[in-house]
């Protein structure tokens, strides 16, 4: 059995966002979505607003994928999006996400982040 989320995010608008808090409100929205590890691959990019989107569009697709939405219990930051040696998206969940995906026996994850100039783009795949 397979359930799939997907998601598409404008990468202005993240962009904007980012732009325009300050830099405690911009730091305090990136912790409440992204993890440390996420922050610090999509910061050193040459375009970090195109990062920061399709990871907030995985993060989405991943939560429609479970079935649940975004709920009070659930955080953004207990899905992590890494990318593999050879470039590919993969995904880490934490907490009660973990927890959910082993209760409902969520055996994979397939991930698959695309971009254009405008739009990012995240499909997440779960399979028991």
């Known amino acids: 059995m397979i359930f799939v989320g997907i998601d598409i995010v404008s990468i202005r608008s993240i962009k904007k966002i980012i732009e325009r808090t300050n830099f405690l409100e911009t730091e305090s929205v990136l912790n409440s979505v992204f993890t440390k590890r996420e922050i610090q691959y999509c910061s050193s990019s040459k375009t970090p607003s195109k990062h920061y989107a399709v990871r907030f569009a995985g993060k989405e697709a991943f939560l429609k994928a ?63």
């Not at 973990?98 to 254009?116: D, T």
């Open 66 to 128: 479970l079935g649940t939405g975004l709920r009070k219990d659930f955080l953004f930051s207990d899905i992590e999006f890494r990318n593999h040696e050879d470039g590919d998206p993969h995904a880490n969940c934490y907490r009660k996400i973990k927890k959910k995906l082993l209760k409902n026996g969520i055996k994979r994850i397939n991930v698959s982040f695309s971009h254009s100039r405008e739009n990012a783009v995240a499909i997440v795949i779960l399979e028991k």
